[in-house]
């Protein structure tokens, strides 16, 4: 697993976070809900994994929408 | 400005006794059209294309109560006229107008293309009575500069149908009658030759030419066609109808279709002229596999290319699992081979890491006009621009990328049509013959988005909204939120004018205009998707569209032009990660039972990977094997040395395409394709409509490309059992709710077809959202402007911006395998005269253009087509590697790369970068065929 790897990752959570932070929207919802749309299993893991490492680089809402992910996850992992 | 309306009133006359009803204003050569014998004409053609001229006095005929013999083309209908068509009066002035015309016209091999001559065998004329020793024009010299046709003066009968054809069809102009009387000669541009003059090559003077004096090389070289079938371009998104004509099995001509609804009789240089590649030397025929990329192909049969490919999967599959294992769609495929090669990496590979070239060019498009629309997909037909009273063009140059249809905006402009065009680049578009914009926001690159929100913030600002279309079609709640954002100061012209270089009354003055100057249009191009905001763009346009009320009728609407011919259908048919076939997200379980019944596997509900994640993945040891079907990643794909690396990294990369293009490079089995030329199936263009594609060859190379996925689907383990693409159509329709009415016994039937077509519009849907948008209300989207994190510094202070030209298309891989190479041998480098003097750089100079990614060699142009501070080229050719210099930055919703925005500095240098040359000796070695083993 690369450095490189997981700032690319970051850099797309925060792009994606910039333009839902614009929105009259729970952001956070809607970063989770595009990443869980859009991002295959393993870098949906990836980001959720960087978050528990400190969320080095990752804006407070991509953040917050990688913690919803987390969460979503876990809950539907129980279910 | 008034629309084209079917005329309402008729007149009644009677032509050589029959009784004829005909609409107001028309010709008695139209109203004759259809009675008996035509009246034979030579300036005049039959089909309406052109306006009357009146000057080869073929077509005379006698009017009851009027003296002399007019010209029917040229004379209106009248009611109650009574017109005699022949007579022996007629039949002598016939006579004498062809012996004048063949006095001076040079005998010449019958290919079947002078009407001069039908005519003349028809009326009799088999000699003159004028001699031989009058002045001819024989001694003008024949032009063969055009590397397609001729034109000999010597057989020309000045009759103008070519300069009306270039004025009126193609609207370039350059080509006019000089001189006068005796003298007259037809001219391109100022009396140059056709190759160095202003003429585009479109072939719409050889078409219209009722003398073989333009003729295509093709028809002297090889004879007239025995036989022909109507297919469709392979070349961009217009989507053209041809008429291939064949002598045996050998393709002589491509002749526009005039019933193609897309083109209507009308061509480029590309679709008319350039299919030579389909029989060029380069290309590879047959099956070739390799234990690793640096060893020599070794050419196989297709059963041990098939099975060595289907053992590798599955070898790579139970090792490192299915999910390292992907495919790409290709763009210029049809359909059903699109379809067919998601089927088989989601049923038979059991993944939905597949993917399509839109990833890098429209993929913002699909998510920008899905999410304020409901559809992914532009809103209306080609024709609709006929009723344009504005055009605003953004990012895109179509008289470049999408000629045949710019023909059309061309004349729609040349009629009145108000023009914005809002592009770093001064387009053509901005100043030609008869056309000139009305505005040319000429932005830094990257501002789209803001530009875009200040215009809607004059709009909303000054009051010019269309409140009542968006109180009954859009979210209102929605709409004062984006109104009241676009309005705040900051997203006003004068604020955002520090950082989108854009002159703020030039701005409002192009709001004003798109808002209150009638049915107003918006054609946009990669200059808006090929960015890190390329999605909120394609939204902020669907917000001025909706806030104006330009939906759901015709000269309106939101309109992507496409880039390759087939972006829009692989994009239908299932081609993403995420979505099946229609569009529906792979998590909808509805959607997926449908599949999964009908295919009889269970589909991964989960999304795959897109192609820069693959491409990642790999270089992480992740990815292990792709399927690449018509793409050619490694010189399209940002990034170059990045995906070199990514293919380096896999176990095992199958490219399956004409050539051995630069992928094939890395690449450990090849899979030979087949032209369109050589297939069944269909492609779907810019307007959604569904054309059909028809074989007129067999495949040289042995298989269409749907039989060969088949192939390698069975032998994967997976049977496929379809006799003919249209079973597959059959199985898209069925699993399609928008093709639900779709078969090749329609498209047969009505020529063409733009989804939706289903029970609710059985014939297709030319505009989308007449009575509604398809998500239900319009949703307005708040667009802030985010600067891209590719920054312009001391190190790189100019601005790279790419695009294409009119005679390449993409890649290269098909144009310059063809005589287009002589417009185009290399890419160049475009730089402002400023930015120029002060590095040093003379025009015509190697210079160095280096980015944060990779630097590479080319020729500069010095222009005042861009802007101070931009630098422009193409990726046409793969020595000059674009690409390297490119950055992997990507639109947030999408990752569709920024390809437009990148921060380089130019220096002159001697010689190509590091990159060039080791990739050169690269490709090279990796291009080594071991020679078949003989047989025993």
Redesign the interface.
């Known amino acids: 697993m690369s450095a490189e790897g997981e700032d690319k990752l970051v850099m797309m959570a925060n792009q994606i976070a910039a333009f839902f932070a614009g929105q009259h929207v729970d952001a956070a919802a809607e970063v989770a809900g595009h990443l869980k749309w859009f991002w295959a299993p393993p870098m949906r893991a990836r980001i959720i994994a960087h978050l528990a490492s400190g969320a080095g680089g990752l804006s407070e809402v991509a953040a917050a929408g990688v913690a919803r992910l987390r969460d979503e996850t876990s809950a539907q992992a129980v279910k | 400005m008034a629309s084209p309306r079917a005329p309402t009133e008729t007149v009644r006359l009677t032509i050589d006794g029959h009784a004829v009803t005909a609409p107001a204003g028309a010709s008695v050569l139209q109203a004759a059209q259809g009675i008996g014998d035509a009246i034979p004409s030579l300036c005049a053609t039959g089909d309406d294309a052109l306006k009357a001229f009146g000057s080869c006095r073929l077509c005379l005929v006698e009017i009851e109560g009027r003296g002399g013999a007019p010209a029917s083309c040229t004379t209106p209908v009248a009611e109650g006229m009574v017109v005699s068509t022949r007579s022996p009066k007629l039949e002598r002035l016939r006579r004498n107008v062809l012996e004048l015309y063949l006095s001076d016209h040079a005998p010449h091999a019958d290919h079947g293309e002078c009407e001069l001559c039908d005519q003349a065998k028809v009326h009799g004329v088999t000699e003159t009575r004028y001699g031989d020793g009058g002045q001819t024009h024989d001694f003008l010299p024949c032009d063969e500069s055009n590397p397609y046709f001729t034109f000999d003066p010597a057989q020309c009968i000045v009759c103008s149908r070519c300069v009306r054809a270039c004025d009126e069809v193609q609207g370039t102009l350059a080509l006019t009658v000089e001189g006068r009387g005796f003298g007259s000669k037809i001219a391109a541009s100022q009396d140059e030759l056709f190759l160095s003059s202003e003429c585009v090559s479109c072939g719409a003077c050889v078409e219209a030419c009722p003398t073989e004096a333009l003729v295509e090389k093709t028809i002297l070289e090889h004879g007239p066609p025995q036989s022909s079938a109507v297919t469709t371009c392979a070349y961009c998104g217009v989507g053209c109808t041809f008429e291939a004509q064949m002598r045996g099995e050998e393709l002589v001509r491509m002749i526009p279709w005039k019933d193609g609804k897309a083109n209507h009789g009308h061509s480029c240089v590309k679709g008319r002229f350039a299919w030579g590649y389909a029989n060029h030397r380069d290309r590879a025929l047959n099956p070739m596999i390799r234990g690793s990329i640096s060893e020599p192909w070794r050419e196989v049969s297709w059963d041990e290319a098939i099975a060595h490919t289907a053992a590798e999967f599955k070898r790579i599959a139970a090792t490192h699992g299915t999910?390292t294992i992907g495919g790409i769609t290709s763009s210029r495929c049809t359909n059903e081979e699109t379809f067919l090669v998601q089927k088989m990496i989601r049923a038979a590979l059991g993944t939905?890491?597949v993917d399509t070239c839109a990833r890098v060019c429209h993929s913002p498009t699909g998510y920008g006009l899905k999410t304020t629309l409901g559809t992914s997909a532009g809103t209306q037909d080609f024709d609709s621009v006929d009723h344009s009273d504005v055009i605003m063009v953004l990012g895109a140059n179509p008289t470049d990328g999408h000629p045949v249809f710019a023909s059309r905006m061309k004349r729609r402009l040349r009629q009145g049509a108000k023009l914005i065009v809002i592009d770093p680049r001064r387009i053509d578009l901005v100043r030609t013959p008869h056309v000139e914009a009305d505005f040319h926001l000429p932005l830094r690159p990257g501002t789209n988005v803001a530009v875009l929100t200040a215009l809607a913030h004059v709009i909303v600002t000054e009051g010019l909204a269309n409140e009542a279309f968006i109180r009954e079609r859009c979210d209102w709640d929605e709409f004062q939120?984006w109104a009241e954002f676009v309005a705040r100061p900051e997203n006003s012209p004068e604020a955002v004018e520090l950082f989108t270089g854009v002159d703020p009354e030039a701005v409002r003055g192009a709001a004003r205009l798109y808002a209150t100057g009638g049915d107003a249009a918006i054609y946009y191009g990669l200059g808006v998707t090929e960015h890190?905001q390329g999605s909120?763009a394609v939204m902020a346009i669907a917000n001025l569209a909706m806030a104006t009320g330009n939906y759901g009728r015709p000269g309106v609407g939101v309109n992507p032009l496409r880039g390759q011919n087939n972006v829009q259908g692989a994009c239908d048919m299932g081609s993403f990660?995420?979505e099946l076939s229609g569009y529906r997200?792979v998590?909808d379980a509805t959607a997926r039972a449908l599949f999964e019944a009908a295919w009889d596997v269970p589909i991964d509900p989960?999304?795959?990977?897109?192609i820069p994640?693959m491409l990642?993945?790999a270089?992480?040891g992740?990815f292990k094997a792709i399927y690449i079907q018509g793409e050619d990643i490694l010189q399209s794909d940002p990034n170059t040395r990045h995906v070199a690396a990514g293919l380096a990294a896999m176990e095992c990369v199958v490219v399956h395409d004409l050539f051995l293009n630069e992928t094939a490079n890395y690449a450990h089995v090849f899979l030979p394709g087949s032209t369109f030329l050589e297939k069944d199936g269909t492609f779907t263009n810019a307007e959604r409509r569904i054309q059909r594609v028809r074989k007129v060859m067999a495949p040289k190379n042995g298989y269409e490309d749907w039989q060969i996925t088949q192939l390698l689907s069975r032998a994967l383990g997976y049977p496929m059992d379809y006799a003919h693409p249209s079973q597959i159509m059959d199985e898209i329709a069925l699993l399609t709710p928008t093709f639900a009415g779709v078969s090749y016994d329609l498209l047969d039937r009505e020529g063409s077809v733009q989804w939706p077509c289903n029970a609710a519009a059985p014939t297709g849907t030319p505009v989308m959202h007449v009575d509604g948008f398809v998500r239900g209300k319009g949703k307005f989207?708040?667009t802030?402007y985010?600067p891209t994190?590719e920054k312009i510094g001391p190190r790189f202070p100019l601005l790279l911006t790419t695009g294409r030209i009119l005679s390449q298309y993409n890649v290269g891989a098909q144009t310059r395998r063809t005589e287009n190479a002589v417009w185009h041998e290399e890419d160049l480098l475009e730089i402002h005269p400023h930015d120029a003097e002060q590095r040093g750089v003379r025009d015509g100079d190697l210079v160095r253009l280096t980015s944060r990614a990779g630097e590479t060699s080319l020729r500069a142009r010095i222009t005042d087509r861009v802007a101070p501070g931009v630098v422009y080229t193409t990726f046409h050719h793969p020595g000059t590697q674009a690409n390297v210099v490119t950055t992997?930055y990507?639109d947030?919703?999408?990752?569709c790369p920024e390809y437009k925005v990148t921060a380089v500095e130019v220096a002159p240098c001697n010689g190509p970068s590091d990159w060039q040359q080791r990739y050169d000796a690269q490709a090279r070695q990796s291009r080594r065929i071991l020679p078949a083993e003989p047989a025993e």
């Open positions: 999910q939905n890491n939120a890190s909120t990660p995420h997200h998590s989960e999304p795959g990977l897109r994640n990642d993945a270089v992480e992740a989207v708040l802030a985010v994190d992997e990507s947030w919703a999408t990752n």
